[in-house]
T-cell receptor
Framework: AQTVTQSQPEMSVQEAETVTLSCTYD???????LFWYKQPPSRQMILVIR??????QNATENRFSVNFQKAAKSFSLKISDSQLGDAAMYFC???????????FGKGTLLTVNP | GAGVSQSPRYKVAKRGQDVALRCDPI?????LFWYQQALGQGPEFLTY????????KSGLPSDRFFAERPEGSVSTLKIQRTQQEDSAVYLC?????????????FGPGTRLTVL
């Protein structure tokens, strides 16, 4: 079974600074997808960024980028120029290439200090 | 609609009561998922529909949990004889296509509290 580990229960960053959230996963599949979701206190889960395992290039969405290390099974999220609105719980998720359900990590609570 | 909607947003039930949670997916989305999120945890998969067909219900915790999507659009998650351990946020997600490359979009969830 696939597992997703987020080793940082909480992180904090100063406004305008950069922060990196860690995620590792375990799988025997070669084809899969990785996601970062943001869950603000209002609870709506928002898709931040996704990465296809077959793509070597790291995904980027505005201030959000990932560092995908396939051999190390690592998928970290970098948030640049942090904003107060980035404060939320961040979940890393895995989806197998022959599967449809998401497997989530336990999340990292990000605090942004003004 | 613009996004996935769920109702009610909050539900308090006495132990032993039956509850029904509703999910309205994004219009035209083929796939629909239910997840359960315990306090301080990541969501865990419950069940999956492709149109009206329930293709996977392996995550349902017990036979007290039942889900349906009779017309391939709105879905209902029903929990019979609720127990305190059923207290959680129930999230619904939908995706446009059935393949794993199609991203899932989540609703706001229903917070169920069983007293």
């Amino acid at each position: 079974a696939q597992t997703v580990t987020q080793s940082q229960p909480e992180m904090s960053v100063q406004e305008a600074e950069t922060v990196t959230l860690s995620c590792t996963y375990d799988t025997s599949e070669s084809d899969y997808y990785l996601f970062w979701y943001k869950q603000p206190p209002s609870r709506q889960m928002i898709l931040v960024i996704r990465q296809e395992a077959y793509k070597q290039q790291n995904a980027t969405e505005n201030r959000f980028s990932v560092n995908f290390q396939k051999a190390a099974k690592s998928f970290s999220l970098k948030i640049s120029d942090s904003q107060l609105g980035d404060a939320a719980m961040y979940f890393c998720a895995y989806r197998g290439g022959s599967n449809y359900k998401l497997t989530f990590g336990k999340g990292t609570l990000l605090t942004v200090n003004p | 609609g613009a996004g996935v909607s769920q109702s009610p947003r909050y539900k308090v039930a006495k132990r032993g009561q039956d509850v029904a949670l509703r999910c309205d997916p994004i219009s035209g989305h083929v796939s629909l998922f239910w997840y359960q999120q315990a306090l301080g945890q990541g969501p865990e998969f419950l069940t999956y529909f492709q149109n009206e067909a329930q293709l996977d219900k392996s995550g349902l915790p017990s036979d007290r949990f039942f889900a349906e999507r009779p017309e391939g659009s709105v879905s209902t998650l029903k929990i019979q004889r609720t127990q305190q351990e059923d207290s959680a946020v129930y999230l619904c997600a939908s995706s446009l296509l059935q393949g794993p490359s199609s991203s899932q979009y989540f609703g706001p969830g229903t917070r169920l509290t069983v007293l």
